[in-house]
């Protein structure tokens, strides 16, 4: 076969390649558009996605933690009323007088403890994750019911506690109506992903890989600068961007950066893709496992922590299905259910494609039955569609 | 009625992009023995989906002739119901059914529409008796040896009423008595008046067993000999399968052999964790910087556990005394990780099992053991891997457009050649490859040759595990051999025969 020309054919497949990684960008915008349609404009205004995303931060940031554990073939079923109780903790710790910032790091460092008693317990004593972890689900939920129990739902007393969920980063100016800080950071994260593409595409061609064309290429940019345009311009019309956001940023950072260029990466992916061959090629795959489950542990009580200060209290029923929901991002987002594969980034936009469901449905005055209803039929529908197009063969 | 129980006739079948079958013509005389024989990737094991319905009427052009008849297959079952078995390279076995279930598994024996279960373990006791074991039929498949599988399998096909029995490399996981004592048993069959095609990498054995042998090449019937009309030799069938006369199976190499100990074990013994079993018992052996050392002996004479044992997979293999010496200095490798940073590499034998992160593509497979040469300040410098991987790639002639490739999509032949390259690139001292060319086509055999020599004279050392008594011989510069966790005998190239490897693995004394 000649290298330089390409059949219509084989342009096809890599369309249908690139498009298969762009899946789930697209049943994104399609909920958007749909929803926009159904809510009659509502959906898509400032207000509202702003208030998306500060509403998927907590289930975000658990996807992250819960992507790694996927990967390495565990699950973590324990995730949603240990985040509840780490948000109820933060809160008694507040209104016991500890600061906000001594408080969010006993509350992160409880996360890692409790993390990584699971993984030992997984890793050194050999009792299956989904049972050790059903059973912290359990005890935590008996701890969240014994810490609020006295006094019922703790109300957030600070004020910079309650702003980490709800609040936005100081303005610098205005256009117009438009918050300059936000147009600033769209247009700073808009270069930033032009010129890391750009990058990477040279690089690709200096190694002569096989690469998208440049039609595509154009196209795939433009699609993102479009996106970050849009989202920023939005955003901007309402009250730029929240501290949310930045806190999801900086953790996708954090992740795909280790999971990307670093070994430890390296080993949560090959330990996933087979453990056996792993740990015979010098891992220490129960270190790995320990690690993946402190990890889990630490985004869970971050996850608490946004979700507390979002209510502006702590409930006795904070947290839960949070896990099924981390779990259902995952999927979604195309981790495989066999291991080895997936995205941290993905799995955010995972969260959000979930989140969007429920945002919008609750918009348009679907009840709550019918909500869970159709987020069952979408998730299966979602996933089915990824594996068909990923060409894997079905039972049987 | 012509005395062919099949023919087939015109045999093309494609997958995308690859031309499986071109044309193949294929007939098996009633009664008679007939192997199946070419490189990985020649067809032989598509050959025998079509004819068995894995690849169903209508997928492929051609006609199939049984007893006469024109068949059209769309499942399994309807070649079963004419008396076609096949048995696959990998055994389609339950390991916690009892042998029993297994043999009666899908064709249960019914009693008003429940199982009869007195029946079943009465037939299977006859099945099995046929087959030459002596096992109970309540015994859970999994607590028997491979070769002993290898026989329910038969007995299974048997119990099918079959006429034709198809086997896809039956031996290529039994040891050579297993083996003996399957070939036997397919004779014994023979007589009864099954006809049996049988697919073999192992030329010796065919060239034993076989009345006709059937050879192909890209997909092609090129040679069909009948051992009533010529001599059946193991290089005439070597000629026909790569197309050339392979007069060297193992490439020449001059000795690289130094006086400098690389590696020496002590009195080592161990035993298994998990059933308390003594495994290895007082093993002393040596290394020569440049050696290859070869270590033969049958399957389950503690081969591989020494490997493991020595290579730190300590939860698995208790080690109760000995001592190891890495270049004259005392060590002991706590896990894999610890004996690969001192410079001792394990290319395991199962590389789909353990060796491969099949889902991963050539470069992060290539450079997963040794991660440290392409990070730079903690971070992996992805375009260094490419770099690296593709200067392995080329060296070690692994064929796959990119290092981007994933291992699934790859080979036996290459695959093998990417574990390779992983331990290459993890640069040991000594490397341990445990039967480094099981299951992989004769051409690919000789490529993974030269490079075991081209790595010697780079100054490692090698200790080859493996089960091919032609290739310890042809490969090793000295030769240890196992018998039940002991080293029971030790030969210098010069001396190194079958036979006596053969009396040191039984550990019978040689009979003059």
Known sequence: MSENKKTGREYGKTLVTNLRNYLMYIALAVIFIVFQILSNGSFLTARNITNLINQTGYIAVMAVGMTLILIIRQIDLSVGFVAGFLGAAAARLLKAGVAVLPTILIVLAMGVMIGLVQGLIIGKVGVPAFITTLAFEFGFRGLLTLITEATGTIPIQSDVFYELSNGFIPELFKIGDLSGSCLIAGAISMALIVFSEIRKRKELKRYKFEDMPVLLFILKLLFFVALIGTLTVVLAGYRGISWTIVIVVIVIAIYSFVMNKTKVGRYIYGMGGNPEAAQLSGVDIKRILIGSFASMGLMAALGGILYTSRLGSATPTAGMGFELDAIASCYIAGVSTSGGVGSVANSVIGAFVIMSLTNGLNLIGVGISYQYLIKGIIFILAVALDVRSRGKKALG | ?512
């Not at chain 2, 064709?107 to 096992?135: C, F, P, S």
């Not at chain 2, 051992?227 to 059946?232: C, Q, R, T, V």
């Not at chain 2, 050539?362 to 997963?368: E, G, H, L, R, V």
């Open chain 2, 1 to 512: 009625m012509n005395d062919y129980i099949l023919e087939m006739h015109g045999i093309s079948k494609s997958f995308p992009g690859v031309k499986a079958l071109i044309d193949v013509n294929f007939s098996v005389k009633r009664g008679e023995i007939h192997c199946l024989v070419g490189e990985n990737g020649a067809g032989k094991t598509t050959l025998m989906k079509v004819l068995s319905g894995i690849h169903p009427y209508g997928s492929y052009e051609g006609d199939i002739v049984l007893n006469g008849q024109i068949m059209k297959f769309n499942t399994i079952r309807e070649s079963e119901n004419t008396g076609i078995a096949i048995i696959n390279q990998e055994l389609a076995l339950i390991p916690d059914l009892t042998v029993a279930e297994n043999i009666f598994f899908g064709h249960e024996i019914m009693k008003r529409g429940l199982v009869d279960w007195n029946e079943t373990y009465k037939q299977a006791d006859i099945y099995l008796k046929k087959v030459g074991l002596n096992i109970n039929p309540r015994s859970l498949m999994r607590d028997h040896r491979v070769g002993t599988q290898q026989l329910v399998e038969i007995a299974k096909a048997l119990s099918k009423n079959a006429k034709l029995m198809i086997l896809d490399e039956p031996t290529s996981s039994l040891n050579e008595e297993d083996s003996a004592n399957l070939l036997r048993l397919l004779k014994e069959l023979q007589k009864q008046g099954v006809t049996i095609i049988m697919i073999s990498h192992r030329l010796k054995e065919v060239v034993s067993i076989a009345e006709t042998i059937t050879i192909l090449r890209d997909g092609a019937t090129v040679y069909t000999m009948r051992a009533d009309e010529e001599e059946i030799t193991e290089n005439k069938i070597i000629k026909y399968m790569v197309g050339r006369e392979m007069d060297n199976i193992y490439p020449h190499r001059e000795s690289c052999v130094t006086d400098e100990v690389l590696f020496e074990v002590k009195d080592w013994c161990a035993y298994n964790a998990k059933s308390g079993q003594t495994v290895l018992k007082n093993i002393n052996l040596k290394v020569h910087k440049g050696e290859i050392i070869g270590m033969a002996g049958l399957m389950g004479a503690g081969r591989t556990e020494l490997a493991l044992s020595i290579f730190g997979n300590t939860p698995e293999y208790k080690i109760t005394t000995g001592e190891l010496y890495l270049e004259g200095n005392r060590v002991r490798f706590s896990s894999p990780k610890d004996a690969i940073k001192k410079g001792v590499a394990y290319a395991t034998e199962d590389r789909k099992k353990n060796g491969l992160i099949l889902i991963q593509d050539i470069k992060f497979n290539t450079s997963f053991a040794n991660l440290d040469r392409i990070r730079n300040r903690g971070v992996i410098n992805r375009n260094e891997e490419v770099v690296q991987a593709n200067k392995l790639k080329e060296s070690i002639n692994i064929k796959a457009p990119s290092v981007q490739q994933i291992l699934r999509n790859l080979s036996g032949g290459n695959q093998q050649k990417v574990v390779l390259a992983k331990w290459i690139f993890a640069t040991p001292k000594l490397m341990i490859l445990d039967e480094p060319t099981r299951g992989i086509d004769v051409g690919a055999k000789f490529e993974i040759y030269t490079l075991m020599n081209e790595m010697v004279k780079q100054g490692m050392s090698i200790i080859m595990i493996s089960s091919e008594l032609l290739e310890v011989i042809g490969m090793s510069d000295r030769i240890y051999v196992m018998h039940e966790g002991k080293i029971t005998g030790e030969l210098s190239k010069s001396e190194a025969t079958e036979q006596k490897i053969m009396h040191f693995a039984t550990n019978t004394e040689e009979l003059s």
